[in-house]
């Protein structure tokens, strides 16, 4: 079994026309279609339009006046056996 996953457009008629080489030829396949519409915004949604409060990134981003974050030493990591 294979999958394969495309983007494409319907036409003004309502059909969705669709050519896909799978390489092989003179055979029964059985296809399983899924489709999905995609919504398209001409516009992104600003944070606020998205549930954030005004001014929280302005106010968090760089926010940070305590003590220099340090990042500790992490150590060797453990050499497993190749699965493959």
């Given at each position: 079994m294979h999958s394969i996953k495309l983007k494409k457009r319907v036409g003004a008629d309502g059909v969705l026309h669709l050519d896909i080489p799978v390489g092989i030829?003179?055979?029964e396949v059985e296809?399983?279609?899924i489709y999905q519409p995609?919504?398209?915004s001409p516009?992104?949604?600003t944070p606020e339009e998205r549930g954030?409060?005004?001014g929280?990134?302005?106010e968090v981003i760089g926010g940070?006046?305590?003590e220099?974050?340090?990042r500790p030493e992490q150590g060797d990591y453990e050499n497993r056996e190749q699965l493959f």
């Open positions: 030829t003179d055979k296809i399983m279609v995609l919504e398209t516009q992104q949604k954030w409060m005004p929280f990134f302005e940070w006046v305590g220099p974050l340090e």
